[in-house]
Structure formats: structure tokens, C-alpha cells
């Protein structure tokens, strides 16, 4: 039975920091990209960041850059993101995803962690 279950979220006050993990199990950890997406009330999931097989390859949104850090531990099945210079606009719950071999920056992903809330106040 495969895994994905999201933590470190919470209530943070703009500029603050927050670190996402995401702990896996059921699954070939290194055999999968791992992606963080996020969704507001009223909008559309969004993709965040991705990063590849060993870490090699990482991707952002463009919001997120130089702001956000996606690393993966995969001696720990764990993949984290790391949030600086938080704003109001990053306020989502926030999703931990697996894709097989392939990193995309899409929703294509396998499988889905049930979310946790990241909440950034003004």
C-alpha cells in the first residue's frame, strides 16, 4: 500500500519560515520524482517544485523561486520543501506527489498525500 503522508505545516507570519516533509512508504522511493503542488481555496492546484530521481534536476514556479528549496533524502524515503520569505499569497494546503521515472511539472503524478495546511498571515 503506497504512502504519502505531508507534514510540518502550520501558521507562520509573513517573512517566516516553514520546512514541508513528506514521508513515503509502499513504493520504490528512488525509483520516483517526487513534486510538492498546492491549492487555495477557489483555485486551481498549482504546481510548486519537483525534483528528480537522486536530486539532480529540480524545478519551481516561478512565485517560488529563490524562495522555496525541494531536496530529497532518499535513505529516508523523504522529500522536503523548505519555505523562506513566506507571504500571504503562499497560503494553500500543501501536496506531496510521486511520478514514476519521470520528473514533470504537471499533475501526471501517481500518487498523492492527503495534504497539509500552510497558512501565512499579514
Known amino acids: 500500500q503506497v504512502q504519502l503522508v505531508e507534514s510540518g505545516g502550520g501558521l507562520v507570519q509573513a517573512g517566516g519560515s516553514l520546512r514541508l516533509s513528506c514521508a513515503a512508504s509502499g513504493l520504490a522511493f528512488s525509483s520516483y520524482a517526487m513534486g510538492w503542488f498546492r491549492q487555495a481555496p477557489g483555485v486551481e492546484r498549482e504546481f510548486v517544485a519537483a525534483?528528480?530521481?537522486?536530486?539532480?534536476?529540480?524545478e519551481y514556479t516561478i512565485s517560488v523561486k529563490g524562495r522555496f528549496t525541494i531536496a530529497r533524502d532518499n535513505a529516508k524515503n523523504t522529500v522536503y520543501l523548505q519555505m523562506h520569505s513566506l507571504k500571504p499569497d503562499d497560503t494553500a494546503v500543501y501536496y506531496c506527489?510521486?511520478?514514476?521515472?519521470?520528473?514533470?511539472?504537471?499533475?501526471?503524478?501517481?500518487?498523492w498525500g492527503p495534504g497539509t495546511q500552510v497558512t501565512v498571515s499579514s
Open positions: 506527489a510521486a511520478r514514476r521515472l519521470q520528473i514533470r511539472t504537471t499533475t501526471a503524478y501517481d500518487y
Open positions: 525534483i528528480s530521481l537522486s536530486g539532480g534536476r529540480t
